[in-house]
């Protein structure tokens, strides 16, 4: 007859909370950007400003430091690339967007959502170029 095991599983140990040390959206230089799309006719002026240095084109991502089990950690979002860096308004549309994708895999590892603000604040966005 054999004996029978059993599966027991091993005591967890109490683990702290993840904590939030700083958070940033950073805003780099894009240098692989695909600006193929700025040969087409009607682009002949955005091409010229192009060319001339009047723009160029960057990524925008969110990062934040984060503390988990003692061990600092820095969780970026996916970001998003190809990004005319004259677009004000547009990028900082991207960053509030990237933001809350940091946000919701920040609250996956269990950050609270007291220590997350909804939007990004002041001084959060840092040009990197």
Same mark, same amino acid.
């Given at each position: 007859?054999?004996?029978?095991?059993?599966?027991?599983?091993?005591?967890?140990?109490?683990?702290?909370?993840?904590?939030?040390?700083?958070?940033?959206?950073?805003?780099?230089?894009? $240098? $692989?950007?695909?600006?193929?799309?700025?040969?087409?006719?009607?682009?002949?002026?955005?091409?010229?400003?192009?060319?001339?240095?009047?723009?160029?084109?960057v990524?925008?991502?969110?990062?934040?430091?984060?503390?988990?089990?003692?061990?600092?950690?820095?969780?970026?979002?996916?970001?998003?690339?190809?990004?005319?860096?004259?677009?004000?308004?547009?990028i900082?549309?991207?960053?509030?967007? $990237?933001?809350?994708?940091?946000?919701?895999?920040?609250?996956?590892?269990?950050?609270?959502?007291?220590?997350?603000?909804?939007?990004?604040?002041?001084?959060?966005?840092?040009?990197r170029?």
């Open positions: 007859m054999s004996a029978r095991r059993r599966v027991v599983e091993a005591p967890r140990g109490k683990r702290s909370a993840p904590e939030v040390e700083s958070i940033r959206v950073v805003v780099v230089v894009d $240098e $692989e950007a695909d600006d193929s799309y700025l040969d087409q006719t009607e682009f002949d002026d955005r091409r010229a400003e192009y060319q001339r240095g009047d723009f160029h084109f990524g925008v991502r969110a990062e934040a430091e984060v503390t988990i089990n003692g061990i600092a950690q820095t969780l970026v979002s996916g970001g998003l690339y190809g990004i005319e860096s004259d677009s004000k308004e547009y900082e549309e991207v960053a509030q967007d $990237e933001y809350n994708d940091l946000r919701k895999i920040l609250t996956s590892i269990g950050v609270s959502t007291s220590q997350l603000p909804q939007k990004i604040e002041r001084g959060w966005i840092q040009w170029t």
